[in-house]
């Protein structure tokens, strides 16, 4: 299983610095057998000295070496922390910063030439889910057009934007029929993200296409994300 952290925009360079120590001290003493993400924001990135299986990588970057984009970083900053995977598409980007498909295309074009592992998200706001499964599956379809799902070091993580940051996780159900349509066309690991927590972990990683967890708010506190690892462990 894949269990991954996005912090957002949370944490500090220190806080992250004492999350990954505690974290890679839980993941090495529990002997645990999952594949570990976290996204740490762009100011608190560094060579962490953790677990094989603990990768660190960036929540967003622009689609270039370097150059002129304020406020953005690119390759060669990323590049200094030796780090290789990337989150793109996030519900975040394209609804608050207004990212659209093409530059998400772009994006992912960009990082899958430079051989980045590549988190891509998509997922379905409100409206649409409430016109039915239909709208659903073509609206996430949608969210793949330009994006190689041939690529071997992609994983795709289906959010849906009503469930982030809410609380209130998609049911059992509707993960489950989501990602049955999903994996008509996405043979890459898939994961759920949206109101993730230690209690609904385990009914969730046990949905048949489901291949891990992207988390959010419950993961910024690494004992509850610690218990998410330990959850899954227990799954085996
Ligand atoms: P959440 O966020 O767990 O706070 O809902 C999930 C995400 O945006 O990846």
């Known amino acids: 299983m894949i269990i991954a952290s996005n912090f957002k925009t949370n944490h500090t360079r220190s806080s992250t610095h004492e999350y990954m120590q505690k974290l890679d001290t839980f993941v090495r003493e529990s002997g645990s057998a999952q594949r570990v993400m976290v996204f740490p924001p762009a100011t608190a990135l560094d060579r962490f000295d953790t677990a094989e299986q603990i990768t660190t990588g960036v929540q967003n970057a622009y689609p270039v070496e370097k150059g002129s984009f304020t406020g953005e970083i ?15 598409g996030h519900s975040e980007r394209r609804h608050i910063f207004g990212e659209t498909q093409a530059l998400c295309a772009k994006k992912y074009a960009f990082f899958q030439e430079q051989g980045f592992e590549i988190v891509y998200c998509i997922g379905e ?4 889910r409430e016109q039915g499964i239909e709208a659903v ?19 795709v993580a289906y959010e849906p934007v009503w ?9 059992v159900e509707q993960i489950d029929e989501t990602m049955t ?15 993730v927590k230690p209690a609904n972990t385990e009914e969730i990683l046990k949905i048949a296409d489901c291949d891990g967890v992207l988390v959010g708010t419950a993961s910024w506190d690494v004992e509850a994300f610690c218990e998410m690892i330990a959850i899954a462990d227990k799954l085996g």
Do not use: M
């Open 163 to 171: 469930a982030i940051g809410t609380g209130l996780s998609a049911s």
């Open 137 to 155: 599956v073509d609206y996430n379809f949608a969210q793949l057009e330009g994006i190689d799902l041939s690529y071997e070091k992609l994983i």
């Open 125 to 128: 706001p409100r409206e649409v």
């Open 74 to 88: 690119g390759l060669e900053q990323i590049d200094e922390f030796g780090l290789k995977t990337i989150l793109i």
């Open 181 to 195: 349509h999903l994996r008509k066309k996405i043979k890459a690991p898939l994961l759920y993200g949206g109101s």
